[in-house]
């Protein structure tokens, strides 16, 4: 059955702002990603999962290292996403006049470009999705940048417990991998993007509408039924 990209808005919510996203210190951080993807090439999943284990993790933290290896993504998918990520945002600082004028975040999910921020000049936000939309693997641009000055950092701040807070409600869902769900927030508008089953995204939409102090919820989702 054909995958489908779609776009959904929920209309005004609100949450409420809680501790951002806990990144652990235990040894799910000793493992490198090249020695996790190694482990899904070899079918040792479990194995990996045994030795990146943290000895506790609080409700909603961010283990990279073990969300890596619960991916939907397939190997190499994963490396082109962190690629693109990397090759945007190299190849935009180079541009004295965005790096200085504008705010902007580059997220990348199965060659899904989800472009946010803020940018001054309708030149400026032109600019950004031209550069991106020409990288290496990018299958199509979402383009969520506004004509703005740059949002202040108490702004993004705030956004970033939002997006800790979202993250720790979609941890909690019995039955749920958080990590199939990539969660981003710009002046308290909540995008989510994955590889998901439609159930799966009524029920992430749901656990994030519970939230309060968010303006709207985004979905780019990937659908894979």
Known sequence: ???LLL???VPSLLITTGCAAI?????????????????MDD???EDCREQSRPPSLAAGAEITGLSLLNDRRSRDAILAD??????????????YDLREQCHFNITAYNGAVLITG?????????????????????KLVHDKLVIDDPSPLNFRANDTLITGKVKTALA?????????????????????????HRNEGATAIEAARRQSDIKQIITVFEYLD
């Open 43 to 45: 079918g040792n999943a």
């Open 23 to 39: 990144k652990t210190d235990g040894r799910v951080d000793s493992l490198p990603i090249a020695t996790l993807l190694t482990c």
């Open 82 to 95: 962190e690629a693109i990520e990397d090759r945007a945002n190299a190849k935009l600082n180079t541009y």
């Open 172 to 196: 909690q869902i019995p039955e749920f991998d958080a990590s199939w769900i990539k969660v981003v927030t710009e002046q308290r508008t909540v995008y989510l993007m994955g590889l998901v």
């Open 1 to 3: 059955m054909k995958k």
């Open 118 to 138: 803020e940018t001054p000049k309708e030149e400026f936000r032109d600019r950004i999705i031209d550069i991106v939309r020409v990288i290496p693997k990018v």
């Open 7 to 9: 776009l959904f808005i």
